[in-house]
C-alpha cells in the first residue's frame, strides 16, 4: 500500500441493533488507526449514511440516493442490518429494506462471494448447543456461500392471482456454469488456505440446479488436487452439522442453502452475534471492495438497551481491514483483541452462562470498550 493512504469506509448501521453495534466497531475501527495507522501509513475515514426503516424515514427509501453514491465512492461499506417486521406491513414487497437495500447493494456491487467463518472457541464450549465430545477440538468452519444468483434473484418471481381469492407464488432458481465456477474457485482458494477439505452441498437428487452445481463444482476442483473434495445433499449437511460439526473445513453452497446452513452453523459458535461475515465481489487491480455485515438480523426486541454482542460487527470490520484494506496485521489485532476479552470472561447476554465462575455479564458498550483498549494496548 502506498503511503499514508486514506481509506474510505461507508458505515451504514440500518436498524434495530445496527446503530449500537456499529457505535463499537466504528471505536475498535478508531483504536486500530491509533495504534496501527502510523506505522502501516493509512487513516480511516469513515462517513455515516442511513438505510433500511432508517433510510425511508430519513429520505424515502430503503436504500437512499446520496447513500448509494457514497457507497460508490467508497473503498468498502460497513453494514448493521435492516429489517423491522413489525413496521408498516403496507408498504410494497419491493421496497421494503431486505430487498430495496441489503439484495440490492450485493447485486449493484457485483457480490457474489459471501464469507462466513463459524469458530466455537475454547472458552465459549458452553455456549455450544452441542455435548462437549461431540465439539472435539473446536469447531472452524467457513461458509462460503453463493450471494447474487439461484432463488433470490432467478425470474420469474411474482404472486398470480388465481380468482377466488387464491393465488400462485413462484420463485425461480437459476445458475450458469459461469456463477458456479466462480464461487467454487473461491471456496477452493480459501480451503487451501486452510484444512484443505471442501463440502459441496447440493440437492442432485432433486434439482436440475444441483446436477449442474455438482458437475461444475467437480470440474473446478480439477485445478486444486491438493484439496480434498466431498459432495453433500443438504438435508444430510444440515444433520451432520449438529452430528460431527468437526467434519467441515470449507462448506460451498449456493445462495439459499448457504443462507440457512449459515444460521445453523453459527447456533454452534454460541451465538448469531458472534457470526461475521464479508460479501466479495471481483479483485480490480490490488482493491476487494465488499460489504462487511453481522450475520444475525436487527434484533428488534433488545434494540436500544446496550444489550446486543456487538462481536460479529467487530469481527466484520477486521474482516473489512484484511480484505478489502490489506492490512492483514491490524485485521489480526481486532481478531485478537476479541479473543483477548473472551478469554478475560466477558461477556453479552448471548454468551453468558452463570455456570461459567469466571463470566462477567457486560452491555453492549462496555464490550465494545474493552475490545477497543485491547486492541490499543
Ligand atoms: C442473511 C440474511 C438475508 C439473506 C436477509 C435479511 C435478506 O438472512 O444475510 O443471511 O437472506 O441473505
Ligand atoms: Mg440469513
Redesign the pocket.
Known sequence: MSQSQSLKLAALAGDGIGPEVMREAIKVLRAVENKHGKKFGFSIEITEAPVGWAGIDAAGKALPDATLALCKQSDAILFG???LPDRDPTIPKEERP??AA??RL?KEFGLFA?L?PVVLSKALAHACPLQPDRQGDGIDILVV?E?TGGM?FGRPKETTDLGDGKKKAVDTMVYTTDEIARIAHVGFRAARLRRKKLTSIDKANVLENGVLWRDVVTAVAKEYPDVTLEHMFVDNGAMQLMLKPTQFDVMLCE??F??IL??EAAALAGSLGMLP?ASLGQTTGEKTFGVY?P?G?TAPDIAGKNLANPIAQIASAALMLQYSFGLNEAGVAVHNAIAKVIADGLRTGDIYSAHDAKARKVGTSEMGDAIATAVAG
Request: charged share 35%.
Open positions: 442490518s435492516v429489517g431486505e430487498r441489503l439484495l450485493r459471501n462466513r456461500r450471494l433470490y445462495n439459499m448457504g443462507d449459515s444460521d461475515s455485515e450475520a438480523g
